[in-house]
């Protein structure tokens, strides 16, 4: 492995690069006269919601006007979020999208740490306040979300003329690869982080195979036998439930009773842990769950899987991603060997469950098969990032004979926030300069010695806050 990863690193320094401009992390003058607010409004169809100060950027939140269908811009439009940190327009730009809402909060992407550069954030259309009115649920696909980035990108290109590159993490890193494939000409890289790659939804046997050998045997056996006596003491932890829902006003309509909710949350368990936690976590699970209180294992439970998950209250930001779930990006299946068949009344809900049922939806399995494909055989210039521990990453995306100058890692001991700085060196260093390289700012020293790369751009505590946001429901 080791001589591998050498000969890719020497191999860098023939590939021809995209630029051999220098790499100084200090802003050169703007370029023109107009201020960059100004340029950023006089593109039709952009307004400003706010304008917030960080030192050495600019951060604006804005709102675009989008077409409903991109492939009939006539029938109507709507407002999408967008979000920039303008730094200067002399750097490379980093397209982010989270595959959610946006972040109003200034944040950098590891990306735009790296090559030191102006980000642009999209939120996800039809997740709010970026949803149509009414909401044609139809037009709620890969391809129209895609459709969303190529306009944005087309609108900005002609303030930010330099390199491009998409990324996001877990649904964003789905979004920056859908994007990649249907507008292929448009970004100079791609860096998607635990991007889940769920080709054939009904073959899920790689999750099991991940919770049969993931972390160590005394932290699995932890972790499962919390799960199975949250189900054993169904009956007395569920009056506890009924009080909690009712003490905060939760409702279970959508997804159809209290019962049906409690045992979502309960099978989300183990995933949740590996998820959002390290293997060193396991010290806080209940190390004798069967003499545990039952104090003890609901606070547990919700403290990973969190009980208000699948309560119309909890459901309701997510109704945009389980209807994408349950239409074209799949769902994962799993089993539990280690609980018996008594416990289980209902098994891993599909999305349909998690979609108030006014809105039709139907299951389109080309979907992923051809974006599958079309990596496999046509990536240029992209890096996956995965994590050894992750869930989402046991169905990863993978390049074939076709592919160029793309890679895909994986983060030794990572959870669902597995990045590039948790690569082993020779990967880090790697993927640091294949990112410079695509950014056009990779200097020469970099282009001859690929493993001297670092981030161009000094860490900065809150601009780089990068934890996993704990969601609590089983989503990427």
């Known amino acids: 492995m080791r001589k591998a990863l050498r000969w890719l690193l020497a191999l860098t320094v023939?590939?021809?690069?995209?630029?051999?401009?220098?790499?100084?992390?200090?802003?050169?003058?703007?370029?023109?006269?107009?201020?960059?607010?100004e340029r950023l409004l006089s593109i039709p169809g952009m307004s400003l919601v706010e304008e917030k100060p960080y030192t050495g950027y600019r951060f604006f939140v804005l709102n675009y006007t989008q077409p409903v269908d991109h492939r009939r811009p006539s029938k109507g439009t709507f407002q999408q979020r967008i979000t920039v940190l303008h730094k200067d327009v002399s750097r490379p730009t980093v397209f982010f999208t989270s595959g959610y809402n946006v972040s109003t909060t200034p944040r950098r992407s590891e990306p735009t740490q790296i090559v030191d550069g102006n980000q642009v954030s999209l939120e996800y259309r039809f997740f709010t306040p970026s949803r149509p009115e009414p909401a044609d649920w139809s037009k709620l696909d890969i391809w129209q979300a895609a459709s969303d980035q190529h306009r944005v990108f087309k609108a900005l290109k002609g303030i930010y003329d330099k390199k491009w590159i998409s990324t996001g993490g877990s649904k964003g890193g789905m979004t920056a690869t859908y994007y990649e494939r249907f507008y292929p000409r448009d970004m100079d890289g791609v860096v998607a982080y635990v991007a889940p790659n769920d080709v054939v939804n009904r073959e899920d046997s790689a999750y099991d195979r991940f919770f049969a050998t993931v972390g160590t045997k005394e932290c699995r056996d932890r972790l499962n036998a919390v799960q199975r006596e949250a189900l054993v003491r169904r009956e007395q932890l569920e009056k506890k439930y009924s009080a909690f829902a009712e003490e905060n006003g939760l409702t279970f309509t959508t997804i159809g009773s209290l019962d049906k909710a409690y045992e979502a949350t309960v099978l989300d368990y183990v995933w949740g842990f590996w998820q959002y936690n390290l293997l060193s976590g396991c010290d806080q699970i209940p190390a004798d769950a069967k003499n545990a209180t039952d104090d003890e294992i609901w606070d547990s439970v919700d403290t990973i899987a969190g009980f208000s998950a699948y309560a119309d209250q909890g459901l309701t930001t997510y109704t945009p991603y389980y209807y994408q779930a349950g239409t074209q990006l799949g769902a994962p299946t799993i089993h539990f060997p280690h609980i018996e068949k008594k416990y289980i009344r209902y098994g891993y809900q599909p999305p349909r469950n998690f979609v108030p049922r006014d809105i039709p939806m139907r299951f389109q399995p080309q979907a992923m098969r051809d974006v599958d494909t079309w990596v496999r055989h046509n990536a240029r210039h992209m890096l996956f990032v995965n994590g050894e521990n992750d869930p989402w990453s046991a169905e990863p995306f993978r390049v074939g004979k076709g592919a160029k100058d793309s890679y895909v890692f994986t983060a030794p001991g990572m959870n669902h926030g597995a990045n590039v700085a948790g690569l082993v060196p020779e990967q880090k260093a790697l993927a640091t300069a294949r990112i410079l390289d695509w950014a056009g700012v990779a200097s020469g020293t970099v282009q001859a010695d690929p493993r001297s790369a670092k981030p161009l751009a000094k860490f900065d505590a809150k601009l780089d806050k990068r934890d996993v946001q704990r969601e609590m429901t089983l989503r990427p």
């Open 14 to 37: 023939l590939i021809g690069t995209l630029s051999t401009a220098g790499a100084a992390t200090a802003a050169e003058p703007e370029s023109g006269t107009a201020d960059i607010k």
